[in-house]
Structures are given as C-alpha cells and as structure tokens.
T-cell receptor, first 113, second 115 residues
Framework: GESVGLHLPTLSVQEGDNSIINCAYS??????FIWYKQESGKGPQFIID?????DKRQGQRVTVLLNKTVKHLSLQIAATQPGDSAVYFC????????????FGQGTTLQVKP | NAGVMQNPRHLVRRRGQEARLRCSPM?????VYWYRQLPEEGLKFMVY????????ESGMPKERFSAEFPKEGPSILRIQQVVRGDSAAYFC?????????????FGEGSWLTVV
C-alpha cells in the first residue's frame, strides 16, 4: 500500500548549521510532494512543494530535492535557526487529482543554540 | 495556515456525546479535506469534499463519522457517540480546484478530548 516514511525520528543540529531531513515514499505514481512544518499545538504550515517533473526547487533558506529513481525526497534548511525547531512532515499526493495527501510520521528538528 | 478557520479549537465531550467540528476554507477555495492526527503520529486522511459533494471518503471510519460541505456555510465533521479513541487533533485543509501542484493549506486544528 501507499506509505511515506521519514528516516529519522529526531534530528539535532547546531544553530547556524545546515539541516537535511529525509523522506522515502513508496508510490511511484505520486505527482506532487509537499513539506510541512508543525509546531506544537498548531496546524501544518506549508514550507515548499515540488512536482514530479522537477528534481530540485529552492525557496527562502529551504531546498527540496526529489529523486524519483529511488523514491526519495529531502528538505534542506540553510543556516538553521531556533525558530526552525518543529516537526517536519513530507506528504505525497497520488496522481489523478485525488487531493488526498499521504503523510509520513514526521521528523523532529531540534536546534541547539 | 492563513485563512482556513476551524472551530472550536478545543472541545471536550463525554463518551456517547456528539462532536461537531467546523471548517471555513480559505477565500476562493472550493475543496475541503479533513485529517486526523493522533499524538506522536502523522496526519491521516479522512475525507475530501467539494461543495455539496463527497469526493473521497476512503479514510472515514465506517460508523459514527460523517462530513458535509453544504452550498452555504462551513464544512462540518460530525462524530456521533464519541469514544475515548476519538480523542485526537482534527485538521481541516482547503485548496482551489485541483491542478498539478495546487497547494493545500491547513487550519490550526480542533483538539477533541473524550472523557
């Protein structure tokens, strides 16, 4: 069945370092991927997305890489700040405009001052 | 998160009571989704609705749960005869009509506690 998983439950980085959060997905037909950030007691906040016809997309301090060959997605955060501390989820959407997102379990990012 | 409004933010119900969660999508969005999140877990899809239509309810429990998105007013997720296992955060999301890459935005959630 469909599943999206994150490789590490917790990632601890030093303030100012770069962070890389990884995600593996299983549905090769998925055509759209999103990274969300969720702080405690809040809803998922959109960070960046990427379509399956791309392999890289950059935003402000964030980059998403998509490797369809191995069905792997990563989120890179440059110069990580304390405000980046949160749980990060990757999500995939199947093809066919279903609208349904499949979420991974989440990676907790801890930023040490 | 801007624009997707959920209420109540926190709801406490006794076992056997009914819970109603409301969601107003972002302005201009005609598609609404409901997700459930248990503690320490990711979000699980429940249902996808357009105005007056249920498009995909593959994630909805077979009993006690229902959802609607009427022509006028917010979307409602209704849980009848709640049990302790229904305690979770329920998130609503919305999007414009789907094309490739249409972002889905989430609300801040409704936290249901069943006592």
């Amino acid at each position: 069945g469909e599943s999206v998983g994150l490789h590490l439950p917790t990632l601890s980085v030093q303030e100012g370092d770069n962070s890389i959060i990884n995600c593996a997905y299983s549905n090769s037909a998925s055509d759209y991927f999103i990274w969300y950030k969720q702080e405690s007691g809040k809803g998922p906040q959109f960070i960046i997305d990427i379509r399956s016809n791309m392999d890289k997309r950059q935003g402000q301090r964030v980059t998403v890489l998509l490797n369809k060959t191995v069905k792997h997605l990563s989120l890179q955060i440059a110069a990580t700040q304390p405000g980046d501390s949160a749980v990060y989820f990757c999500a995939e959407r199947g093809s066919g405009n279903t609208g349904k997102l499949i979420f991974g379990q989440g990676t907790t990012l801890q930023v040490k001052p | 998160n801007a624009g997707v409004m959920q209420n109540p933010r926190h709801l406490v119900r006794r076992r056997g009571q009914e819970a109603r969660l409301r969601c107003s999508p972002m302005k201009g969005h005609s598609h609404v989704y409901w997700y459930r999140q248990l503690p320490e877990e990711g979000l699980k899809f429940m249902v996808y609705l357009q105005k007056e239509n249920i498009i995909d309810e593959s994630g909805m429990p077979k009993e006690r749960f229902s959802a609607e998105f009427p022509k006028e007013g917010p979307s409602i997720l209704r849980i009848q005869q709640v049990v302790r296992g229904d305690s979770a955060a329920y998130f609503c999301a919305s999007s414009p009509p789907l094309g490739t890459g249409n972002t889905i935005y989430f609300g801040e959630g409704s936290w249901l506690t069943v006592v």
